[in-house]
């Protein structure tokens, strides 16, 4: 599957993704983190049933820690 991530386009391991196994593929850590999928944020607790659809376009933002 085909997706833009952050406006770069990627090809996903597998067509059938949840929003939390794109996290763990990309090595994003779940705290301060948000996600939006065709500028609808996606809630937390919905990021394990969420499923990516080809042609998504998938915002990730983490916050920065630190000073």
Partial sequence: MVIKLNNEVVNTPTDDMTVLDLLKWRNVHE??????INSQIISQ????TTKLQNDDDVLVISAAFGG
């Fill in 31 to 36: 705290t301060g983190t948000a996600i939006a």
């Fill in 45 to 48: 607790s919905k990021w394990d």
